[in-house]
C-alpha cells in the first residue's frame, strides 16, 4: 500500500505522517518541498506524485499561509482527483471543515466535497472543528503576539470546540489503513470535548508556554484593518474573517460525538494541551 499524504507539512499532515510512520507505513509526503513534489500550481508535478499511490489524505490547500492568496486552487484539487481516479486511486479521505456541508456550492472545499462524492472512488470526508495547534503555531499565535498576548477577535461571546490535531491525525490515519471496516462514503464532523469561548480559551492559557494572555471582543472592521496591517494578504484576510463570522453565529460550538467515536474515547482537551510542555 502507498499512501500520499498531501500537505504533509502541515499541522494535521505531519501528525498524520508521524502516526503512519509509527504504525509501520512509510508514506509518500506531498509538498512543494517533498522528494517528489507536489505543486497545486504546477500540474506537470502530479503524476509523479502519483505514481504507484492507492490512497491518498488530500487536504485543500491555503489555510496556512497568511501572505498567500487562498483563492483558485479548489478547481486544481478537482483536477487532481480526477487524474487520481484515472489512475486507480482506491481511496480519498479529505479533510474540509466543520459545517462544510452547509456552504455554497461555490466555496472552494465544499466545491471539493461535492467533486470527490461524485466521482468513483472510495472517499470519506473528515470535517474537523479549529485546532488548538493555531494557538500555538497558526493565526491565532500571530494575531496574539501582535497585541501582547491578547486576542482581539470579531467573535463576540461565541464558543467553539476545538480539537487537537493529533486526534484529527489518529482519526484520519485509521480511516486511510483500516477504512473503518470496509466503509466508505462517510462524512464525520470532529470536534473536542468541550466548548469553550475565547475569554476561556486565555483564562486557561494565563501563566502557561501557550502565547495567548486574554482576549477582547472587536468589530469585524476594527479586526480587518489589523490583520491587513500584518500585511496578510487580502484573500487571506477575507476567508479567516468568514471563518470568524461562521464563529461569532454559533456555528462552531457545537460538540459532536464523531470524534470520541472513532477515537474509542474522549478527545483531548484544552487543559492537557496547554499543560504539555513545549
Not at 494575531?143 to 482581539?152: Q, T
Not at 470532529?190 to 469553550?196: A, C, D, M, R, V
Not at 474573517?241 to 460538540?255: D, E, W
Request: with cysteine.
Amino acid at each position: 500500500m502507498t499512501v500520499l499524504v498531501t500537505a504533509a507539512t502541515g499541522k494535521v499532515g505531519r501528525e498524520v505522517t508521524a502516526q503512519m510512520r509509527a504504525r509501520g507505513v512509510e508514506p509518500r509526503a506531498g509538498s512543494r518541498r517533498s522528494a517528489i513534489p507536489l505543486d497545486w500550481t504546477d500540474p506537470a508535478t502530479w503524476s509523479a506524485a502519483l505514481g504507484g499511490v492507492d490512497r491518498i489524505l488530500l487536504i485543500v490547500p491555503g489555510g496556512d499561509d497568511e501572505h498567500r492568496s487562498v483563492t483558485g486552487l479548489g478547481t486544481a484539487v478537482c483536477k487532481f482527483i480526477d487524474l487520481a481516479q484515472s489512475r486507480n486511486v482506491t481511496r480519498v479521505v479529505l479533510m474540509t471543515a466543520l459545517g462544510m456541508e452547509h456552504a455554497p456550492a461555490e466555496v472552494e472545499q465544499r466545491a471539493v466535497e461535492l467533486h470527490l462524492q461524485r466521482s468513483d472512488v472510495a472517499w470519506t470526508i473528515l470535517r474537523p472543528n479549529w485546532f488548538f495547534q493555531n494557538l500555538t503555531d497558526g493565526p491565532l499565535r500571530v494575531l496574539a503576539e501582535a497585541h501582547h498576548g491578547v486576542l482581539r477577535l470579531p467573535t463576540a461571546d461565541a464558543a467553539v470546540s476545538f480539537i487537537d490535531t493529533r486526534d484529527i491525525a489518529a482519526v484520519a490515519v485509521d480511516t486511510l489503513l483500516d477504512d473503518h471496516g470496509g466503509r466508505g462514503g462517510r462524512k464525520y464532523a470532529l470536534t473536542g470535548p468541550q466548548s469553550l469561548t475565547f475569554a476561556e480559551v486565555a483564562d486557561a492559557c494565563r501563566n502557561s508556554p501557550v502565547p495567548v494572555t486574554g482576549y477582547e471582543p472587536v468589530s469585524e472592521a476594527e479586526f480587518r484593518r489589523a490583520a491587513l496591517d500584518l500585511e496578510w494578504h487580502p484573500d487571506y484576510v477575507d476567508s479567516i474573517s468568514g471563518l470568524f463570522a461562521t464563529i461569532a453565529a454559533g456555528y462552531a460550538a457545537p460538540v459532536l460525538p464523531d470524534a470520541a467515536d472513532l477515537l474509542g474515547r474522549a478527545p483531548r482537551c484544552l487543559a492537557e494541551f496547554v499543560a504539555e510542555p513545549r
